[in-house]
């Protein structure tokens, strides 16, 4: 199958225009596009890099395998809900997920700055193993690097991840068709205003606790029910606005959303009131989109719903033809408007 | 198999002694150790992770994997004979190719300081292009961060490889049999000079070039030659007496090695007397140690000589019982001694 022409539109020659890397280079939103349209995919180009998707589908020996790897460098490393020691085992095994794979190992890469508490350390290896057990994967290689005070924030970490793929759908942008119903497993924007609660300080009447959680089980039981998945997307840096118009630019479809039909606490609500965020740009770390035929969203959306990571999973929209590659949001009060990448950042170091 | 009793002997509760990380926990010796065993190997338990190797072996639908990974934290990023990008290519290359896996795919995190310049990443991404095609592998997922001006240093990256393994040999310090030879696959030091010459702007009469190359080639020659590999370890932090140590600690076996065997140039032992340096222990980005039955040393040397990362292969010394666990070095003098791991940190941020 063709590589399809994602993002094509989304890079007329802009780093001349940023000599130096911005922090919205790593927002999720156009700057970061941008790096990767002009630098990255460029220099690596080879057809598993060129699907865009979460995780590289790959064969070995007849076996179907998914590979992913991402760094995370949350601040603080501590929030309601989680830590970066959970945060680095999910969101790799949902990328890994992603695929439809079943996430089987784990390798970490530690960069500690001198002078970190060894407490601090081991309270975030134990949220990793914890978290490992809950998704039953196993962590099997790993390094250590320290850099200067000064030259680092405590602790990054880089997790890659391995899985099997075990169904012989292509689950990915590409496979999305006309009439497929759009699957969301939950409510939107938890992980990036606990994050951004604890940074500023802000006191909510009910805390609000970040979303981070594995999303292989779910998945797999979608595959199991012989649902036709076309497509999976967790929703992280850039939220769900930002994960459908990569979807939408990836597969030339055009993708229409309810927001009546998008759950959102109303926690999370007054918090992106306050703070002038709009959830559908807010990150979450245990939230997915699913693209099904149509024939099939109410089986697929009662079976999430069987899972505790998909309690609250919902059919939010459709796809259509035209104009491809957008994304329509309809509101409330039933203005329609296109959603955009974000170019600048909405929130830094978010995950 | 039974695990076995690596570095049983290096951890007297250390921690309590350090509440707080240090530059030498990053540095391959004593402290590394300690935490790896205090920290990171009770938490994530399992036999994958206890063979304590350069990468992890695993069964995936009948085929044999090999995964592995490393951070990479170089200073300065760019440095005779290589820069950051090489060495996060052939690092985590040879990690794999130390299980005798054939390397297939790696995986790029990257973590970018907030005004690093554009042209900086762009040279270090050609570098790994360049790199990878030499290495024979694909670069097929990263990813990308971006944290604030002041708490990074420029770049990090993370890689982590996949590679198949199609031998049925279980390549491991816990193979390695009295008897075996010990071969060397080139001279030492060159790397850590090279880097500790930028840093501190020594100029020698000529100028000394990290050994950064990747050593698949080499060693898959060896397995198509039908030779029995029982260890091989390429020689990073610590250099070659911290790799030695480790195997002898692995194999709970008696390591004799001849100084006067062990090629180091003219310029790396003169840089290395100037800088306090002892070359066993100066890190190394392109040379392996390979433990064979003596009866197929002499062929194994010529199949590496035969490799331009192997011309300056050699034999240097053997492996006996007892004492078991010990490293000794026949000086050119004719004394011995007992090797042993550095408590401190020789060159921070050398990888």
């Known amino acids: 199958m063709a590589d399809p022409p994602a993002f094509s ?14 922090l919205a280079h790593g927002g999720g939103g156009r700057l970061m596009h941008d790096l990767l349209e002009t630098i990255f995919l460029p220099a690596f180009a080879n057809p598993a890099l060129e699907a865009r998707h979460d995780s590289a589908v790959l064969d070995v020996g007849g076996t179907r395998l998914a590979f992913t790897t991402d760094a995370y460098v949350v601040r603080p490393l501590f929030f309601p809900g989680g830590d970066i020691g959970t945060l680095a085992v999910n969101g790799t095994v949902n990328d890994l997920a992603m695929s439809g794979a079943r996430p089987l190992w784990l390798s970490a890469g530690f960069i500690l700055e001198e002078g970190l508490p060894i ?15 809950a998704a039953d994967v196993q962590l099997v290689t790993g390094d250590t690097k320290v850099v200067d005070q000064g030259k680092g924030d405590g602790i990054f970490i880089c997790t890659a991840g391995v899985g099997q793929v075990a169904h012989a759908l292509d689950i990915a942008p590409r496979s999305v068709r006309p009439g497929d119903a759009i699957l969301l497993s939950g409510d939107l924007g938890r992980h990036g205003v606990a994050i951004i609660s604890v940074r500023e300080g802000l006191a909510f009447e009910s805390p609000i606790e970040s979303d981070c959680t594995p999303l292989a089980a779910p998945v797999l039981a979608l595959l199991e029910a012989g649902i036709q998945l076309h497509c999976l997307r967790d929703l992280t840096r850039g939220g769900l606005a930002t994960a459908l118009i990569e979807i939408a630019q990836g597969s030339g479809l055009h993708l229409l959303i309810d927001e009546a039909f998008i759950p959102v606490t109303e926690a999370v609500q007054g918090a992106c009131e306050l ?15 699913a693209f099904v035929p ?6 697929a959306v009662a079976i999430l719903r069987a899972h505790p990571q998909g309690t609250g999973a919902c059919r939010i929209g459709q796809v ?32």
Chains 1, 2 share one sequence.
């Open 119 to 133: 407490d601090t350390l081991t309270r975030v290896v134990a949220s990793m193993r914890q978290s490992a057990q």
């Open 320 to 351: 259509a033809s035209d104009p491809a590659g957008q994304v329509t949001l309809r509101s409330r009060i039933g203005a329609s408007r296109f959603l955009d990448l974000l170019s600048g950042e909405q929130l830094p170091r978010i995950c």
């Open 275 to 289: 703070l002038g965020f709009d959830p559908l740009y807010v990150a979450n770390e245990g939230r997915l989109v």
């Open 9 to 22: 539109g989304s890079c007329p020659l802009p780093l001349t225009d940023h000599p130096r890397i911005l």
């Open 294 to 299: 149509a024939a099939e969203a109410d089986r």
